[in-house]
Each structure stands twice: as structure tokens, then as C-alpha cells.
């Protein structure tokens, strides 16, 4: 049996593995998955074999022989060295890991294989969540994969046609809340508590615990040498301080030296994580009315600000907004210097990036990682607004030659 313990990052108290908790009992703070690192050894996750996700069970809560993962090959993304996207910001070392490319288009997968597993060795009658649009599409196809129902409460017209096109053909319980995305959470974890569904929002432990995967991922690529500095987007900033936790593990098994510099990203219309970080303030001021087209970040209540807060100050790293202009040319970047397709949010990476080096506080020199979150086809109307529109023409050689030659 795997030890591990359910402990409040804030208070200390612990809760066992069969109780179903999401923040503290008694004080309300944000729980971890604490295992006694003295029981695994570094060849353990250096010498996994597989792939994904699962690779590093050894680091996950579940027993290793019984549990049997409900998965669909998340993870195991590829790592871009991006040179032509380097040489136009002016820095010499920059990998882009596209996490865009995992089964539903989005990291949302990694967390969700160890949460519904977790939720069916509970035995739980369904799963919900509150979503800006990923998380209900990954909870979806995982709920369908275990044959439990799923129930996703999505703000109303806030969220971009690919993920909720995911939720309702993977057969979730689909509700459009008259509200915005926080409103949502604040309703589900009420519903959550009274109907006995299983939550899996990021506020659950348990989906950061596969989120962190994304840091082993990456360091392995790099020959067990972490990066200087991991650039990612910040909505709820689960993410952020999984990869956090995934980098301070190696360190703690002596697999590597460093945590790398975790830098954090808001766009300028949702950005409490930044107001606070700049503000040295150790809690954030929710913002009443998000706004960004980055609908995967446009959330004015971080559940995990406390743990990214943390993760962002512990590494030396920064907390920067980007504006909506900024995000759109990042995106353009992407896609035409390296091929690579990204929903909006995931540009914000790469848009304050470039806006970390233009200020002075990135060098050059730096090797760093920037995670892209999510899947260009998650928000094809983003793209429909941003490009220019297909030319209608003529099914005839010489006028789609002249048209060829005119552009
Ligand atoms: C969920 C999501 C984010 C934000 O991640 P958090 O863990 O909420 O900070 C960013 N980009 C995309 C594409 C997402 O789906
Ligand atoms: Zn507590």
C-alpha cells in the first residue's frame, strides 16, 4: 500500500486517503499529497519505463499493483526547441512543450487521469466541475472512459466552441450558468457537497499530483537538468504550482540540484496573482469582472493562489500581465515562426516572455521552457476574427493564377 498523507498547506491538519476533502476541514486551506520521500529511490523515476503520465507512478497516491489507471495516453508531449521564435525575441535558449497536444488538446488530461481514477477507486455515483472550457472537456472523455456521469457548469457564452463541443459529444451533463466562471465553482462545490459528486476542479489535490508530471516530463527531455525558467499562463494556477511541486520533488530525491525560475502569466484584464506578487501581499483581491479573450485564464478568484504565490517566491521567479493585443501576437509567433497552434491563454506564455526580456528581467542566456497549454482548434472563432478570410475565387486556372500572383 502506498503511503501518503492528506496534510493543509496551512494548518497542518491531515485527512486520510479514503476521505473525500478538498480544502481544509478546519481552517479551509488548500490541501497536498505528502508522501515520505525516504521510501522511493531516485533510480525509481529516472529508470521508469512507459509513457505519460503514468510513467511516474511511483510519485503518484495510488497503490502501483492494484490500481488499475483509467487513462487515454495522456502526456508524453513533445518538447520544441524553438529557434526561429528565440532569434525574434533575442534570447538563445528557448523550448516550447506543447501541451496542446494531449488527448482532449489540453494539460487539463494530466490532472484529470489521476482524479477520475482516484474518484473510482472512491466509488463516487458521478464527477463535476465548474469550467471555463477545458477542464469540462477533459472530465468529459475521462467520466466516459469510467462509465460514471459527469456534470459541468460552464458561464454562460464565455466559453470557446471547441471545449464545450467536446463536452456535449463525450456526454456530459452540459449547464450554461448565468454567472462567470467563479460564480460556477462557488455552485458546484455546494452541489458537490450536498449530492455527494466528486469535484474536479484544481482545487482537488489529487489533479495537481498528475498535473506535475509536466515538470518530470521535461527535465528528463533535458537529460535530467532542469531549465533556468518554466513561463506559463496563470488562470486558477493550479497548474503553476503543480509543475512547482513536480520540480521540488526531484530536487528532494537529489535527481536534480535546481527548481527552475517559475514565472506566471496573466493577461492585464484578470490578474490578482500578479497585483499581490507586485504588491509583496501574501493573499490576492478577487477581481468582480475578469476580461480577456484568454477565456482559459479570465478567472478573478485563483482557488490556488496561495500555492503559486508561494511556488512563483520560492523559485525566484516573476508574476507579469500581457494585454489581449499582446496574447494575438504571440499566438501569430507561434504559428508561423514554429508551427505551433495554441489557444489564446496558451500565447500568454510566450507573449510575457517576450515582454520579461524587452523589461530587462529575463537574460538572454537563460534555457528557458515555456508550457502551451491548450489546442489552436479549441478557439477556432479567435481565429476566424484574427485572420484574414479565405479569397473566394473563380474554379479557373488563370484567375486563381493571377490571384496567386497578386498576393
Ligand atoms: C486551465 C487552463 C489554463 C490555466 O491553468 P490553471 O491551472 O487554472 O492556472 C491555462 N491555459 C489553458 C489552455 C487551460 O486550459
Ligand atoms: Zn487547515
Redesign the pocket.
Known sequence: MREYEVKCIRCGARFSREDVVYTCRKCDGLLDIKYDYSEIGAEQVVKAEGEGVWKYRVLLPFDEQETKPITINEGNTPLYRCDRLAKSIGIDDLWVKHEGLNPSG???DRGMTVGVTKAVELGVKGVACAS????SASLAIFAAKAGIPCYVLLPKGKVALGKVAQAMMHGAKVFSLKGNFDDALRVVRVLCEEEKLYLLN?VNPYRLEG?KTIAFEVTEKLDWEVPDRVI?????????S?IFKGFSELKTLDITDDIPKMTGIQAEGAKPIVNAFKEGKAEIIPEDKPETIAS??R?GN?V?AAK?LHAIRSSGGVAESVTDDEITEAQFMLARLEGIGV?P??AASIAGLKKLVEMGKIERDERIVCIT??HLL?DPERVIKICEPPKEVDADVDVVRAMVKGV
Open positions: 489540453s494539460f487539463k471555463t472550457g477545458n477542464t484544481s498535473q506559463l499562463p496563470v488562470g486558477n494556477a493550479g497548474n503553476i503543480a482559459a485564464i478567472i485563483p490556488n503559486a489557444e491563454a496558451s497549454t491548450g479549441k
